[in-house]
């Protein structure tokens, strides 16, 4: 084993211990290597995300023999790219708009591919985040519901930096509650909540998350030109 493979083990083995077992642990291995991502599938991570198709899509045929890795989306999505999206990932997490929900079902009404999604919101004004804001994705629902050969799943969230713990906890607390109401008031059923990162996933567990999307703290800092 390598020094680094035995880093990015012990490191899991660290990060497990604040992780409590409903929660799902997703390895975000974007601008990761290829032995790197082997290196965490041997310590036992069998979920990993990415962000750029272009940059996935020759990592996942590389890793092709490893069939029991299930694929997460989590990039902006351009409706042009969104029939690659569903060939090659299992779930997408980052449905920012109706536009995209809508090619998604298309697509998936046309083929066997159907991916689980979550719908990203903006719980907090963000200029910098794809997604809904409360009001706007309240507004949509019925169109969402609509979209039955989508697998909609539950809420996406990705705070603005620069956030206190009290407020990043009081955000992912909003989005819980905006699935919990979502689920009320409509025929969807979001149960899942995709929401923390290296550097917030404590609180979002707190407050309910049922994914934890994790970069940096399993595989160390990315390459800071990406
Ligand atoms: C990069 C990224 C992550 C992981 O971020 P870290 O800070 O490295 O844990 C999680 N979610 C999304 C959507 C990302 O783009």
Request: aromatic share 6%; net charge positive.
């Amino acid at each position: 084993m390598s020094y680094d493979s035995t880093t990015i083990a012990q490191r899991l083995d660290l990060i497990r211990q604040h992780i409590p077992a409903h929660v799902q642990l997703i390895a975000v291995s974007k601008q990761v290597s290829v032995p790197r991502i082997q290196a965490a599938y041997e310590a036992g991570i069998r979920d990993f995300a990415e962000n750029r198709l272009q940059e996935a899509i020759p990592k996942q045929e590389q890793l092709k023999d490893l069939k029991d890795i299930c694929w997460h989306f989590i990039g902006h999505l351009q409706t042009n790219k969104a029939k690659k999206a569903i060939e090659h990932f299992d779930w997408i997490h980052s449905v920012d708009s109706l536009k995209i929900a809508q090619r998604l079902n298309r697509l998936a009404a046309e083929s066997s591919l159907s991916p689980q999604v979550c719908l990203q919101v903006k719980i907090l004004p963000d200029p910098n985040k794809y997604g809904w804001q409360d009001q706007e994705l309240l507004a949509d629902l019925s169109k969402l519901e609509e979209c039955e050969a989508l697998k909609i799943k539950g809420l996406m969230t990705i705070l603005p930096l620069g956030l206190s713990s009290k407020q990043s906890l009081l955000a992912f607390e909003k989005t819980h509650d905006l699935a919990r109401r979502i689920t009320k008031q409509s025929t969807l059923n979001l149960n899942q909540l995709s929401m923390g990162m290296s550097g917030d996933y404590p609180l979002a567990i707190q407050a309910g998350a049922t994914m934890v999307r994790l970069g940096r703290v399993i595989f160390g800092e990315r390459d800071s030109r990406c």
